[in-house]
Nanobody, 115 residues
């Protein structure tokens, strides 16, 4: 079974940067979109950003201009560069791939922002 493997989370100071990566452990055909979500303890998982197979992007307002999303040319790895980080960006971040009607989720990576 193909899994999504995330990396890049960790501790960062407010105003600093982190880069998240998410790669599929095997080949996933016909990926429509790749994206990032985040979830705080006791809260629902929320959308952060996505990029489509055609390169279109969309962001939640709170991260626009700060968290550019991108993907590799092979289309199997998605990145999110998190800049000018704020304390409220601290969450567990999950990547998600959508291929046809199937959704793949990563295991989550913790992002902590210190003041």
């Amino acid at each position: 079974q193909v899994q999504l493997v995330e990396s890049g989370g960790g501790l960062v100071q407010a105003g600093g940067s982190l880069r998240l990566s998410c790669a599929a452990s095997g080949k996933i055909f016909s990926i429509n979109s790749m994206g990032w979500y985040r979830q705080a303890p006791g809260k629902q998982r929320e959308f952060v950003a996505f990029i489509t197979s055609g390169g279109s992007t969309n962001y939640v307002d709170s991260v626009k201009e700060r968290f550019p999303i991108s993907r590799d040319n092979a289309g199997n790895t998605v990145y999110m560069q998190m800049n000018s980080m704020k304390r409220e960006d601290a969450d567990v971040y999950y990547c998600r791939f959508q291929a046809h009607a199937h959704l793949y989720w990563g295991q989550g990576t913790q992002v902590t922002v210190s003041s």
